[in-house]
């Protein structure tokens, strides 16, 4: 095999060169221009506006952003369908306030009662003593800080004397760690602080330190991690519970994972998985992609509604017939918010309509309760 003495040159006119110049067709002009101002809008909402989706109830303040927010109103009438030709419900009136809100009634309350001084307890005309009539209440809330204490058991041992064995000692009561520190009340406080009020080991941490407590946070994470694994078997008890619903409800967050194999960030990327039964059982479960393996593993012989996003992981599960894929509104709302930003009046329209339908459902929500369903 013979190589050449020199690499060959490639000349300018051998390249492929992609074209710079702009098409001529207006109309995929005026589509790429549109593209362009809706991503425009869409960033400048994320980096300026609100992040919530909530509809101004304000027309005038639609228009942050120029036209983005434009109302309904300014649809033209050739648009306006007869179907949707029905009135519109009357404006909402604010509420007098009655006053400030009681107090609730299950807290306890301790009674300071307080008299008048011993010289206005006599009458200064005639000298007779004072009769109560009446009283004034006045409530206030009050707290006292978290308490921590020790709880320290001593069991004392028995033998016999004479024949100097025969040793007794007292049980210890059931423990959640049978050679921690941590009792039952100290472990809930821990997993509701963090998942609940969501407040971070690292601040939990702190506050204990102000109490004069040095718990390391590895010591806190083995023990949140200790609870999980004594929580497994009724989270194994609820997922039957939830896949004989008959419609659930899914949908995947991003979280990100300590990972200190993947280098330089010492992270990579997890997916959370929250699975809703029609009697509000919860489930979730992790995986380390967003592959369609997780929820198909999770689904496996459902038969019934499934209500999620357009994530293109459910076609398979929803293929066979047993499943019914069922859109979620939320999602679908989403799409006419961001619209708005080239498509302003249209989207607004739709986003009244969908507010209009949450309303209907909001109100036999009031009316039938936890029986809403039924009521529907």
């Not at 067709?25 to 549109?34: E, G, H, K």
Request: glycine share 8%; net charge positive.
């Amino acid at each position: 095999m013979v190589f050449p003495s020199e690499p060959p040159v490639l000349k300018p006119s051998s390249i492929p060169q992609k074209s710079t110049e702009p098409p001529t067709d207006v109309a995929v002009l005026q589509a790429r221009i549109l593209e362009l101002e809706q991503q425009v809008a869409y960033l400048t909402r994320m980096l300026f506006g609100r992040r919530s989706e909530k509809l101004p109830d304000d027309p005038s303040q639609g228009r942050l952003f120029g036209d983005a927010l434009a109302p309904a109103e300014a649809l033209p009438a050739a648009t306006v369908t007869p179907d949707d030709d029905e009135p519109d419900p009357p404006p909402r009136r604010r509420k007098r306030h009655k006053g400030r809100r009681p107090l609730p009634e299950n807290l306890p309350r301790e009674i300071h009662e307080i008299h008048p001084p011993e010289n206005e307890r006599t009458c200064p005309d005639c000298g007779a003593p004072k009769a109560i009539f009446g009283q004034d209440v006045t409530e206030e809330l009050e707290v006292v800080p978290a308490r921590f204490f020790v709880n320290r058991y001593v069991r004392y041992k028995y033998a016999c004397r004479q024949c100097q064995g025969h040793v007794s000692i007292g049980s210890l009561p059931p423990r959640p760690l049978d050679k921690g520190v941590p009792g039952p009340g100290f472990l809930a406080q821990l997993i509701t602080s963090k998942y609940a009020d969501a407040l971070p080991l690292y601040r939990q941490q702190q506050i204990y330190r102000r109490y004069g407590l040095e718990l390391p946070r590895s010591t806190l994470c083995g023990w949140v991690a200790y609870v999980a694994t004594t929580l497994a078997p009724i989270v194994e008890a609820l997922k039957p519970c939830v896949r004989a619903s008959r419609k659930i409800h899914t949908d995947d967050t991003p979280i990100t994972v300590l990972d200190p194999s993947v280098k330089p960030i010492g992270s990579r990327r997890g997916y959370m998985w929250v699975y809703i039964g029609e009697r509000d059982d919860v489930v979730f479960e992790y995986t380390n992609s967003r592959k369609r393996d997780g929820p198909e593993s999770f689904l496996k012989g459902y038969r019934g509604y499934l209500q999620a996003d357009a994530f293109a992981g459910y076609n398979r599960i929803c293929a066979g017939g047993d499943v019914t894929e069922v859109a979620c509104w939320a999602h679908a709302r989403r799409k006419f918010f961001d619209a708005q930003g080239s498509h302003g009046p249209e989207a607004r329209r739709v986003l009244t309509l969908i507010g209009r339908l949450y309303s209907v459902d909001g109100g036999v929500w009031l009316r039938c309760g936890p029986n809403w369903t039924g009521c529907r």
